[in-house]
């Protein structure tokens, strides 16, 4: 059965972008895996398969605890998703983190990804969290974070790549 959470469970905008819990949408698994490969998995970490992105994802359908993902969709299509995680940043021991966030090239600058990122706030804010961290590999993406108050707390190299840790309050 579904639960209400702050009303955050699932969001209708004004734009028709719906947010709701991977969980109950598993439909909705292969056009995002497809999309985090093409958005993000193709940049940090060639190597995966579909299957396997797939698979870590199938990980993530829950509605309690952590993993959870989060999707957004258009006229009910998928065409965009982000995800609460305990751990991201390997060796620290901050959570819980937002990753996994992407949003189909062909739906960008229309707000989806402002809608993902206040949905999981929310959810994590529901969860009794305070805090919330994300480490972003984009050297401007940063400036986009800080609108929603994220804030830079430190730099640090993971796989060989520089990376900005971040910090939201919640
Ligand atoms: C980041 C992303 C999810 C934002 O999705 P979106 O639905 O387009 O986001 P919104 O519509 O809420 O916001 C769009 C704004 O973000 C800005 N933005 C997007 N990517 C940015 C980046 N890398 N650096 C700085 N600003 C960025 C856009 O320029 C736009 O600015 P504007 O409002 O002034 O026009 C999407 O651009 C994406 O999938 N990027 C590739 C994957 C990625 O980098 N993910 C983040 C990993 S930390």
């Known amino acids: 059965m579904r ?3 702050g009303g955050c469970e699932r969001q209708l905008s004004q734009h028709n972008v719906e947010i ?3 969980k109950y949408r598993p439909e909705a698994l292969p056009v995002l895996a497809r999309i985090w490969q093409e958005g993000l998995g193709r940049l940090w970490q060639p190597g995966i398969t579909i299957e396997e992105v797939e698979e870590r ?12 993902t989060f999707a957004a969709f258009v006229q009910g299509q998928p065409v965009g998703m982000c995800s609460l995680r305990a751990t991201d940043l390997p060796g620290s021991s901050l959570t819980p983190w937002f990753g996994a966030f ?3 090239p062909a739906h960008k600058n229309r707000g989806v990804g ?4 206040q ?3 929310a959810r994590a804010k529901n969860m009794g969290f305070e805090r919330l961290y994300l480490f972003a590999f984009d050297r401007t993406i940063p400036i986009y974070y800080e609108r929603f108050g994220w804030k830079t ?5 993971v796989q060989g790549h520089a990376a900005t840790v971040m910090e939201a309050l919640i």
């Open 153 to 157: 707390i430190a730099f640090e190299s």
């Open 114 to 117: 402002r809608l993902l990122i």
């Open 102 to 104: 992407v949003v189909d």
């Open 119 to 121: 949905f999981a706030q």
């Open 57 to 68: 994802f199938r990980g993530h359908m829950k509605d309690e605890g952590l993993p959870q």
């Open 3 to 5: 639960r209400q959470e």
């Open 20 to 22: 709701d819990l991977l």
